[in-house]
């Protein structure tokens, strides 16, 4: 499979505007923000969608990207009003981009249901 944009990110192939970083997780800006804070949480690993995550697999994974989105969230002063966290899933889902990643959204109310 051929490399998907985030894949050049964690290589610095490609710039972003990163927010976070540890051996498993990176963080970056969205290239188009959907709200004033819009972060996009990614593993390192290449994983192509939620329909991959194997819970006893990657329950250290998932629960190091909940941490690293509160941590975000707090450093971007967004954690005491609320935010969302959504992972689009499949053409259905919304899913843009074929890497794992989990939207931070935060800045402004969000309506309920999404589009
Ligand atoms: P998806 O629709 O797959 O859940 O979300 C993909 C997200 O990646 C979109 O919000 C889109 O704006 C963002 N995106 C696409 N290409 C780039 C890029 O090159 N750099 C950054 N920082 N974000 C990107």
Known sequence: MS??????II?????ANIVFENDQILAFHDINPKAPVHILIIPKEEIETVRQ?????HAGLLGAMIDA???IA???NIYEDGFRLVFNCGENGGQEVYHLHLHLLGGRAM???PG
């Open 3 to 8: 490399k998907t944009i985030f894949s050049k």
């Open 11 to 15: 290589s610095r192939e490609i710039p």
């Open 53 to 57: 995550i194997d819970g006893s697999k």
């Open 69 to 71: 989105a509160n941590q």
């Open 74 to 76: 707090k450093e971007q």
């Open 111 to 113: 309506k309920w249901p």
